[in-house]
């Protein structure tokens, strides 16, 4: 009815791997981190350097749309910021980093080189 001492002890502890039992334990958590890089973190890294480079290309005349929805057009770059007309005479001053897309591309600014 019972199991004798003897036989409970038969089956013994299972016998451990080397470094491979432990390698092949940790296989699927490397493999979820490597699969997390590829789908989440190089995506967003590759998104946020074309943003940079939208954000360097900024010039007078571009149509833009702001992250809060409201367009307008480029009237003054600065270094970190520009003046946006959203209305005739409306001119406002907004964060680079609010535009969240360039619409329609301005022609360059004329050269203000007069020599007088």
């Not at 002890?9 to 451990?16: H, L």
């Amino acid at each position: 009815m019972f199991a004798t001492p003897a036989f409970a002890q038969a089956a013994g502890a299972p016998a451990t791997g080397g470094p491979q039992d432990m390698l092949m334990q940790f296989l699927p958590l490397i493999g979820l981190v490597v699969l997390f890089y590829f789908l989440m973190i190089r995506p967003q890294q590759r998104r946020a350097k074309q943003h940079q480079a939208m954000l360097a290309a900024l010039k007078r005349g571009d149509t833009v749309v702001l992250s809060s929805g409201v367009l307008g057009k480029i009237v003054r770059v600065e270094d970190k910021e520009v003046g946006v007309e959203i209305a005739t005479g409306v001119t406002v001053k907004v964060r680079k980093g609010m535009i969240a897309e360039v619409t329609t591309r301005g022609e360059p600014a004329p050269a203000n080189d007069s020599k007088s």
